[in-house]
């Protein structure tokens, strides 16, 4: 497989195009076709497996109307006993790599995920695609180098993100600061602090990782950089020009020091729920805007954005696509046997849907519920001439609290309502109860100075916000007569102390922060522990 920096040297900007961007360019037509060819390719693996007959039964299925119509839809307990042992004489196809990411249940503490190697290969190219998008401003043009310089903010192999990085490497002249090999050696916030000082010293061109990383990174080097990392060991000249000539250009703006006064960065990429909480305030910083893709670890990644930074785009050869409708989605949660609907990519209309994928290249998964939600914004892009259905992630299918029958909120809206306060804090989670007959939003939240906020007003405010966020919350007070958040502000030290808690345990990574939706009660009861909570 010849490289992308290769093709960079050699000047074949089309050829890179077409391989790495090329599926925006695809028509409906020609993207379903890619999608039917994939799929008949992988029953045949299935059918040649342990686990694809234990999923399809006896029927091999020879089209995509009958896969559809006789396999049933999965979840990560359909495959459990297996990946948890790494079985893979029952698989499709030999693995290249094991990937894990965190579990969201009980019952098992990682799902474990086998990629084989052209699974793998197709992160480092999604990857690059990113990369091009994010820094291109009309079709076809290719502003990337053969090597560039990337800050590592992302969990380290097996997570998922860890492949990413380790494909993307194989691929492409990448500079992770600080390198994989010593990144794998380092905790989260060391990783950071080392990708920070080197940055600092070689220069940063991308970065590939958690928005609110950036967010931090710049609200810190604001106050002072404080927690940033600075030390005299720093004091390296090409440290001290960025920092006087980053120093005279916040001065000239009459403010404090943001990171795009040291660096120019050329792309920014990265994803998730609070994507589009941090949007606005990382181009304040960081001077560009972030572009937005979808990933997950059963699924590798999925959908880009386009240089207009608005809806993604799905690519055909990753995963073969199928959506369930909200309303179909809905009553499934209310009767977990009703067997819901689904539509192709081609028979999507604006709306909200529950994504399922098969996965290609003789990866395992099929039919699977990851339990995702989008929203599909339109059915083409019109800045950018796609004529794809474009979308947006809308929450994840587990973290949706519904009040009233009626009122969904999803991590994004609260998230957005905190946000909106303007209010210092450190973390937050929300859970759902019910007194009576009334459902509640019980949201507690750490803030970042004691005593500096009233709660009742702040609780006002935030009931606020989700009323102008979300009208049908509004309706639970206006129709039903009650308010329906309830407000806690924990002790500065919460969070930390679970954190703590959990790694005193041997918690992994993924397991050191309680989810932000709907906690388990084991998860809130450790949070709380030891805390006087402020009424």
């Known amino acids: 497989m010849i490289s992308a920096s290769t093709l960079l040297r050699q000047g074949r900007n089309e050829e890179i195009w077409t391989k790495y961007c090329g599926f925006i360019d695809l028509s409906m037509d020609e993207f379903m076709e890619i999608q039917e060819r994939l799929l008949l390719e992988q029953i045949d693996l299935l059918g040649k497996s342990m686990m694809g007959r234990m999923i399809m039964g006896d029927f091999i299925p020879t089209s995509v109307k009958e896969f559809r119509e006789r396999v049933p839809l999965t979840t990560y307990e359909n495959y459990q006993e297996f990946l948890e042992e790494k079985r893979e004489d029952v698989l499709p196809r030999e693995p290249y790599m094991w990937s894990h990411t965190s579990?969201?249940?009980?019952?098992?503490?990682?799902?474990?995920?086998?990629?084989?190697?052209?699974?793998?290969?197709?992160?480092?190219?999604?990857?690059?695609?990113?990369?091009?998008?994010?820094?291109?401003?009309?079709?076809?043009?290719?502003?990337?180098?053969?090597?560039?310089?990337?800050?590592?903010?992302?969990?380290?192999?097996?997570?998922?993100?860890?492949?990413?990085?380790?494909?993307?490497?194989?691929?492409?002249?990448?500079?992770?600061?600080?390198?994989?090999?010593?990144?794998?050696?380092?905790?989260?916030?060391?990783?950071?602090?080392?990708?920070?000082?080197?940055?600092?010293?070689?220069?940063?061109?991308?970065?590939?990782?958690?928005?609110?990383?950036?967010?931090?990174?710049?609200?810190?080097?604001?106050?002072?950089?404080?927690?940033?990392?600075?030390?005299?060991?720093?004091?390296?000249?090409?440290?001290?020009?960025?920092?006087?000539?980053?120093?005279?250009?916040?001065?000239?703006?009459?403010?404090?020091?943001?990171?795009?006064?040291?660096?120019?960065?050329?792309?920014?990429?990265?994803?998730?729920?609070?994507?589009?909480?941090?949007?606005?305030?990382?181009?304040?910083?960081?001077?560009?805007?972030?572009?937005?893709?979808?990933?997950?670890?059963?699924?590798?990644?999925?959908?880009?954005?386009?240089?207009?930074?608005?809806?993604?785009?799905?690519?055909?050869?990753?995963?073969?696509?199928?959506?369930?409708?909200?309303?179909?989605?809905?009553?499934?949660?209310?009767?977990?046997?009703?067997?819901?609907k689904t539509l192709l990519y081609n028979e999507l209309t604006p709306g909200i849907y529950e994504l399922v994928f098969t996965n290609f290249h003789g990866g395992v998964f099929t039919r699977y519920r990851v339990g995702d939600l989008f929203e599909v914004i339109s059915l083409r892009d019109e800045e950018c001439d796609i004529n794809l259905p474009q979308v947006k992630f809308y929450s994840r299918g587990g973290d949706v609290i519904n009040l009233g029958g009626f009122a969904f909120l999803t991590e994004n809206v609260i998230w957005k309502a905190i946000e909106e306060t303007g209010i210092e804090y450190n973390e937050w989670v929300a859970r759902k109860t019910i007194k009576g007959t009334d459902s509640y939003l019980n949201l507690f939240i750490e803030l970042n100075l004691a005593g500096s906020v009233d709660k009742d007003a702040l609780e006002m405010e935030l009931h606020q916000n989700l009323k102008k966020l979300n009208s049908d919350y509004g309706n639970l007070e206006d129709m039903l007569g009650y308010q329906a958040l309830n407000l806690t502000l924990l002790n500065i030290g919460s969070f930390g102390s679970y954190l703590d808690y959990q790694k005193s345990q041997g918690a992994d990574l993924a397991h050191t922060k309680p989810p932000h939706m709907q906690p388990s009660k084991k998860q809130l009861n450790i949070l709380l522990k030891g805390n006087r909570i402020k009424d």
């Open 103 to 340: 579990g969201r249940s009980d019952d098992y503490k990682f799902k474990w995920v086998p990629y084989t190697k052209k699974m793998y290969d197709r992160l480092g190219e999604m990857v690059i695609g990113s990369m091009i998008l994010s820094t291109c401003s009309k079709r076809g043009e290719i502003m990337i180098e053969p090597s560039c310089k990337m800050l590592l903010a992302t969990a380290p192999a097996p997570y998922m993100s860890g492949l990413v990085s380790l494909s993307t490497q194989d691929q492409m002249d990448v500079e992770f600061m600080p390198s994989l090999e010593d990144g794998e050696k380092m905790d989260f916030g060391e990783r950071i602090a080392a990708g920070f000082k080197l940055g600092m010293k070689k220069g940063i061109d991308y970065f590939y990782g958690i928005p609110v990383v950036l967010d931090k990174l710049g609200s810190r080097l604001e106050e002072g950089a404080g927690g940033s990392g600075f030390s005299p060991d720093m004091l390296h000249p090409q440290l001290l020009f960025r920092m006087i000539k980053g120093t005279i250009k916040a001065k000239i703006n009459k403010r404090g020091l943001y990171p795009k006064d040291i660096w120019k960065l050329k792309g920014i990429m990265t994803g998730g729920t609070d994507a589009s909480i941090y949007k606005d305030s990382i181009e304040n910083y960081w001077g560009i805007q972030p572009s937005e893709g979808f990933g997950c670890t059963e699924g590798g990644i999925l959908a880009l954005q386009a240089w207009n930074y608005k809806g993604m785009t799905f690519s055909p050869d990753n995963n073969f696509y199928e959506f369930i409708p909200h309303e179909e989605h809905k009553k499934n949660k209310e009767n977990p046997k009703y067997q819901p």
